[in-house]
């Protein structure tokens, strides 16, 4: 039977930069943010979305993700909502993935909230990517041009490197390529011994 990894860090971490490894190593990968985007664009989700949220987060008939991004980050009842909304969504659809995969030994399922949705229940073995705060918080800015506030904002959404190590069989200190690249490396190597 096909062996679960969950890959979970903070925002900012560098999660794709690990997943897209494991991708190059021939690994089947889970992206559950990607494929959270897509489902934003299904009628049934758009729906409860409408009856939430209002028509003021869209924009000719799309999510205006930043804008829905904004609305929840900040009250945690409507954060709630949301993820009421999205998590079993994307947990049927990972469940079709993975149904597509079962010859093979193992995949991942990359989600930032690995723990805090619960998936991670759903996982044989678990990896947390983590990085220097800083560092963190220059890559969100710098990707999703966004302010510090609103980066410590999502930040404080998230569990701790702390409380996502401590249920993690590895851990990935993600501070530099060469250093990331080799940390895959003897984890890819273990896997194949698990």
């Not at 560092?135 to 409380?163: F, G």
Request: net charge neutral; proline share 3%; hydrophobic share 40%.
């Amino acid at each position: 039977m096909t062996k679960i990894i969950g890959l979970t860090g903070g925002i900012g971490s560098g999660k794709t930069t690990v997943a897209k490894q494991f991708m190059d190593a021939g690994i089947p990968v889970y992206i559950a943010d990607e494929e959270a985007k897509k489902l934003l664009d299904s009628s049934d989700i758009q729906s409860q979305i409408k009856s939430v949220f209002g028509t003021e987060v869209f924009e000719d008939e799309k999510v205006l993700r930043s804008k829905l991004a904004q609305l929840v980050f900040n009250q945690p009842q409507k954060l709630k909502q949301l993820n009421a909304i999205i998590h079993p969504a994307v947990k049927e659809h990972f469940l079709t993935w993975l149904k597509s995969k079962q010859n093979e030994p193992y995949v991942i399922r990359e989600a930032a909230i690995l723990f805090e949705s619960g998936t991670y229940q759903d996982c044989d073995l678990i990896i947390s990517v983590v990085a220097p705060i800083e560092d963190r918080i220059s890559r969100v800015m710098k990707r999703d041009h966004v302010d510090r506030a609103a980066v410590l904002s999502r930040i404080n959404n998230q569990w701790t490197d702390e409380q996502r190590i401590e249920k993690s069989n590895f851990v990935i200190e993600n501070i530099s390529p060469e250093n990331t690249y080799k940390q895959v490396s003897e984890i890819l190597k273990k896997l194949t011994i698990v």
